[in-house]
C-alpha cells in the first residue's frame, strides 16, 4: 500500500489515498503518516471500516498511550464502558437520539465551541481520531482552523510578546460561558490545566497558536486583559482563510494535531438527525512542563 496525499486547504489539511488503517502496522508506514501529520497537521482517510477495537489497537499503534479523562467522563460514564473511546454521538444510552434537555446532550454542544481536545488536561491531547459512523443526511460538518497559519500570520512584534506566556485551560470555564452548570463534585474532577501559549512542534521546530474555548486566563496577567488578548487571538485565527470545513461520509477517519489545530462542530438538528462518530485521543506526553 503506497501512501498518497492530496491537499484540501492552501495551509493545511490533506486527504490521504486507498489505505486501509487495520492493517498499516510497519513502523515505516506509521512514520510516514507521522510526518503528513507534522506537514498538514489534519488527515483525511476516507472509508475505513474500524470496530471500536481496530479503533483504539490503531490509535495505539500510531501514537502510544490515549486520553482517558474526559470531561463527560466526570458527568458519568459513557455507553461504551471504555472511557478511552469518545462517544461524540447524540445518542442516549438507550439507542435513541437524546431528549432536548438531557445534561449529556447540552454538555456536548459545548463541540460546537472552537477547541482543542483535553487540553484541560495534564497531559493534553495530542492526536485526536474521530470514525464516523453514522452520518445524517443533512450536513453536520466539523470545522478546522489551522493554527500555525494563524501563527505565522502575526507581525513580528506580537509573536515575541506571545513568547513564554502560559494559559490556564479548564472545561468548567468554556461550559460556564454557555450556562451549563456544575455540581462541586464535577468542579472537584476538573481543575484545569497550564499550558503555554504558543506551542512548539518538537519534530518539525513549528510554531503554533495553543489556544480554545477552555482558555480562561493568562497566568501572571490580570483576568480581563489575558482574557481580551485570548479572545482576539481566538478570532484571528478563525478567520475563513485558516478554516478546512469538513463534510462527513461515514467511514471517514479524520486525524488531527490538538497542538497545531483547533476545531469545532457546526450546528444541524441533533433532535432529529442521528449522528455518532467516535474519538479516540492521544497524551501528548512530550508537551513542556506546564507551571
Ligand atoms: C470531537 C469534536 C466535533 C464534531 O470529536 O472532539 O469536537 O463535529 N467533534 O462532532
Ligand atoms: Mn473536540
Redesign the pocket.
Given at each position: 500500500m503506497a501512501l498518497t496525499f492530496q491537499r484540501l486547504h492552501p495551509h493545511f489539511a490533506a486527504e490521504a489515498g486507498d489505505i486501509d488503517l487495520r492493517r498499516v502496522s510497519d513502523r515505516g508506514m506509521l512514520e510516514a503518516i507521522r510526518a503528513a501529520m507534522d506537514a498538514y497537521r489534519v488527515l483525511v482517510f476516507r472509508a475505513q471500516q474500524f470496530s471500536d477495537q481496530e479503533q483504539i489497537a490503531f490509535a495505539r499503534r500510531f501514537d502510544g498511550e490515549l486520553h482517558a479523562k474526559t470531561g463527560s467522563a466526570a458527568l458519568g460514564a459513557n455507553r461504551f464502558g471504555d472511557e478511552a473511546l469518545?462517544d461524540?454521538s447524540n445518542v442516549a444510552a438507550d439507542g435513541n437520539i437524546m431528549a432536548r434537555e438531557d445534561r449529556k446532550r447540552q454538555y456536548a454542544l459545548g463541540?460546537?465551541l472552537w477547541?482543542t481536545?483535553a487540553s484541560f488536561q495534564d497531559p493534553p491531547g495530542r492526536y485526536?481520531m474521530?470514525h464516523a459512523r453514522v452520518v445524517p443526511a443533512v450536513r453536520?460538518?466539523?470545522e478546522f482552523a489551522d493554527m500555525c497559519a494563524a501563527y505565522d500570520a502575526l507581525d513580528d512584534a506580537m509573536r515575541a510578546g506571545l513568547e513564554g506566556l502560559r494559559v490556564h485551560h479548564s472545561i468548567t470555564y468554556s461550559r460556564q460561558t454557555l450556562g451549563f452548570e456544575f455540581s462541586p463534585e464535577e468542579q472537584a474532577l476538573l481543575k484545569g490545566a497550564i499550558h503555554p501559549l504558543v506551542r512548539v512542534n518538537p519534530r518539525s521546530g513549528r510554531r503554533s497558536l495553543y489556544l480554545a474555548s477552555h482558555a480562561s486566563r493568562i497566568i501572571d496577567w490580570p483576568v480581563p486583559e489575558g482574557r481580551l488578548l485570548l479572545r482576539d487571538l481566538t478570532e484571528h485565527a478563525t478567520q475563513p482563510q485558516f478554516v478546512y470545513r469538513h463534510a462527513w461520509r461515514v467511514g471517514d477517519l479524520v486525524i488531527w494535531d490538538n497542538r497545531a489545530t483547533m476545531?469545532?462542530?457546526?450546528p444541524f438538528d441533533d433532535a432529529r438527525e442521528r449522528?455518532e462518530?467516535r474519538?479516540v485521543?492521544t497524551l501528548d506526553l512530550d508537551a513542556p512542563p506546564a507551571a
Open positions: 469518545t461524540i463541540n460546537r477547541h481536545d485526536s474521530l453536520a460538518d466539523t476545531h469545532r462542530g457546526r449522528r462518530l474519538r485521543t
